[in-house]
């Protein structure tokens, strides 16, 4: 699973790495917890836009914004049986970029907090799905999405069993175009493991508390 990330962007950072040019966006934020507003890539109008969504998925169909089971993450294996991911994993799938992203590694009775980073971009690009829930009573209506888990890549199942789904940059488009064909997004989904060389390395505990937004959270302790 994948519970907690960090991400800091710009409208300088989003034209370099996205091309993306019409909207403002200015985010950071070194301690992301399920529940948060993020920022996530989505294809609108033939073309890549910024959207601030709830990171939990409320599938449509949902009665209550109140879901009774975890929506954060939403494994690959299933997703196109699952009630709450069938639908938006063919038609609304998004990207949500992580300067690193957060896992602990299970030691005995206690567990070790570890940042993992990309070495050849800046970001990982993590594929994720997404919905529209409208309250039919009060007109409220709220953009929602899930990060998508896979079984870890042998680099870092000594630390846990599943990471995200990592998107290459070259498949960015190909992945948040409604129109790709289900077999392409299967394939990109069963790729074996990440092409991306990784660091990763231990963290203070403090980042357990979601409430601790500390940048040394993304660097070595000698940097």
Known sequence: MCGRYAVVINSQLSEL????????????????????????LIYKDEKKIWQFMRWSLIPFWSKTKKIPYTTFNI???GIWRKPVSRKPILTSRCVIPATAYYEWEKSGTSS???CIKPLDFPYFLMGGIWDIWNDKNTGEIIFSCAMITRPSSPLLQGIHHRMPLIIEEKKLDLWLNPHTPKTIIQDMMDQPEVSLRLDFFRISPKVGNS???DPSFIRHENE
């Open 17 to 40: 790495y996205f091309g993306i040019t019409e909207k403002d966006i200015e985010f950071t934020h070194y301690n992301i917890a399920p529940g948060s507003e993020i920022p996530a």
């Open 75 to 77: 494994k690959q294996e």
């Open 112 to 114: 070790i907090p570890y």
């Open 211 to 213: 409430k601790i937004n």
